[in-house]
């Protein structure tokens, strides 16, 4: 199989679904990645800006995403 731009865009959707399906309470928080609450004016560390990464991306790409993963279903379908 080689590696070509239509898997690089496949394993990007792959990695974005990922993202948007992780649950902050069901699953972050058991390994401890909830939501913390930090101090005024202290900078963010690597985990809230990870968190915040998740949020974001979560936020923004939830209803591109459907569109999306229905194309490349579509196209899974009827190229193979």
């Known amino acids: 199989m ?3 731009l239509y898997s690089l865009i496949e394993a990007v959707l792959l990695c974005l679904n990922a993202v948007c399906v992780l649950h902050e309470e069901r699953f972050l928080a058991k390994i401890g990645w909830g939501s913390d609450q930090r101090g005024f004016g ?3 560390g690597m985990k809230t800006q990870a968190l915040n ?3 974001s991306i979560r936020t923004v790409m939830r209803i591109p995403l459907i569109g ?3 194309v490349v279903i ?3 379908l009827v190229f193979g």
């Open 2 to 4: 080689a590696l070509g």
């Open 42 to 44: 202290e900078q963010p």
């Open 53 to 55: 990464l998740i949020r």
């Open 68 to 70: 999306i993963n229905i």
């Open 74 to 76: 579509a196209l899974k």
